[in-house]
């Protein structure tokens, strides 16, 4: 039972312009989400996270948000760089439970 | 501050062979965790730590084992390799299960 899905395997985008990446949910109980960042051949890093108490988090370029009604969760990242292309993993917890993974989403950012 | 290490970077086994990875963090976390990352795929939870002494099954823990004698330490034992276990091996650590997680830089195992 996937609880944490990301539906498009990869996405391309054009440098300068916005990079949307999306994640589902389906535990309700999810509480806190993080979205990390891997290029090839090393680990994950974590870019960015928010609270269910919030709905927009962000940081720099990147703005998560999160539509609880909907069990959605998106990052934004604008302006798109090609330092930005890398695969995206998003995840969730609920309470004090360990992280949920999804699959991850390949960005390729094209000059 | 060296954060999550693991050794080796690569590796390749034959069948049937056995080996450890290890994984080491100075962040004096609790927490430490082992993921596997087939190609195309996501992260899969192989084991998770506690705190020393104190281990338990992830999703996909057949055909591997662990051990926690140590906060920093957290080696993965596969025993008997089989090609089914040709992936990317990462190790992370956290402060609390729900925290964001640190990782090191991964393994990559051949099994032919």
């Known amino acids: 039972d996937q609880q944490v899905k990301q539906n498009s395997p990869s996405l391309s985008v054009q440098e300068g312009r916005i990079s949307i990446l999306n994640c589902d949910y389906t535990n309700s109980m999810f509480d806190y989400f993080l979205w990390y960042k891997k290029y090839p051949a090393e680990g994950p890093t974590f870019l960015i996270s928010?609270?269910?108490?919030?709905d927009k988090n962000e940081d720099g370029r990147f703005t998560v948000f999160l539509n609880k009604s909907a069990k959605h969760l998106s990052l934004h990242i604008v302006p798109s760089q090609p330092g930005d292309s890398a695969v995206y993993f998003c995840a969730a917890s609920a309470g004090a439970q360990k992280l949920v993974f999804g699959q991850g989403t390949r960005l390729t950012i094209n000059p | 501050n060296a954060g999550v290490t693991q050794t080796p970077k690569f590796r390749i086994l034959k069948i049937g062979q056995s080996m450890t990875l290890q994984c080491t963090q100075d962040?004096?976390?609790?927490?430490m965790y082992w993921y596997r990352q087939d190609p195309g795929m996501g992260l899969k939870l192989i084991y998770y730590?506690?705190?020393?002494?104190?281990?338990d099954k992830g999703e996909v823990p057949n055909g591997y084992n662990v051990s926690r004698s140590t906060t920093e330490d957290f080696p993965l034992r596969l025993e008997l390799a089989a090609p089914s276990q040709t992936s990317v091996y990462f190790c992370a650590s956290s402060t609390l299960p729900s925290d964001e997680q640190y990782f090191g830089p991964g393994t990559r195992l051949t099994v032919t």
């Open positions: 730590s506690v705190g020393a002494g104190i281990t």
């Open positions: 928010i609270s269910s108490i919030k």
């Open positions: 962040m004096n976390h609790n927490y």
